[in-house]
């Protein structure tokens, strides 16, 4: 039973382009959750999507961040105009429901020059 | 706002020795805690859940939650260097739309 998949595992882009990370849940999972984990910091959540809905976007910076979770496909983060402060790792977790645990993709680790 | 706190540690241990790692919670209506293990550059791995006041075991984990007290630990016991890792507490908030998590502690088993 394949565990939640994330590519990228590295990215790397320059001042001003566009990052999109990507996220495959668990199969029967499907509760996604971002999270990012800033160098030498704890985690933080981002946002928390089921299909089609964002439910809690709370952690998301409130400019150049969106998330998405289409009815087919995987989940998407996008950052528009990356700046070098979005250097971080980015973990998706998803879940079967609400409140269980969850279980974490191996993280895309971004790098904006 | 729901807090989770952990010593940063390093705590050090020797191999074979029983490993305590602590972690503190700010709310009260929490009702289960999770541990994950994260080993530097990976993605964190799920160890332990707990739900209920008391001790859970798995092997050689047990966690322990004590609500009136507020506070949850993980024990190791027959510590291993492959052990040596940072241990993250996590707990849900109350619709389960997010997991806030502890700073981590370190762990460093010696031989």
């Known amino acids: 039973n394949a565990g939640v998949m994330q590519n990228p595992r590295h990215l790397v882009r320059r001042r001003g382009q566009e990052a999109r990370l990507r996220c495959s849940p668990m199969?029967?999972?499907?509760?996604v959750y971002w999270y990012r984990q800033l160098p030498e910091e704890g985690l933080k959540f981002m946002v928390y999507?089921?299909?089609?809905?964002?439910?809690?976007e709370s952690g998301m910076p409130k400019e150049r961040f969106s998330a998405e979770f289409p009815k087919e496909g995987p989940s998407i983060l996008r950052i528009q105009q990356v700046v070098r402060g979005d250097s971080a790792a980015y973990f998706c977790a998803s879940s079967p429901a609400a409140t269980y645990e969850q279980y974490f993709g191996p993280g895309t680790r971004l790098t904006v020059t | 706002q729901k807090e989770v706190e952990q010593n940063s540690g390093p705590l050090s241990v020797p191999e074979g020795a029983i490993a305590s790692l602590n972690c503190t919670y700010s709310?009260?209506?929490?009702?289960?805690f999770f541990w994950y293990r994260q080993y530097s550059g990976k993605s964190p791995e799920l160890i332990m859940f707990?739900?209920?006041?008391g001790d859970k075991e798995d092997g050689r984990f047990t966690a322990q939650l004590n609500k009136a007290s507020q506070y949850v630990s993980l024990l190791i016991r027959d510590s291993q260097p492959s052990d040596s890792a940072t241990y993250l507490c996590?707990?849900?908030?109350?619709?389960?739309?997010?997991?806030?998590f502890g700073g981590g502690t370190r762990l460093m088993v010696k031989p």
């Open positions: 709310d009260r209506g929490s009702q289960s």
């Open positions: 707990i739900y209920s006041n």
């Open positions: 999507l089921q299909k089609e809905n964002i439910i809690d």
């Open positions: 996590a707990a849900p908030n109350n619709a389960g739309n997010m997991l806030t």
């Open positions: 199969k029967g999972h499907s509760h």
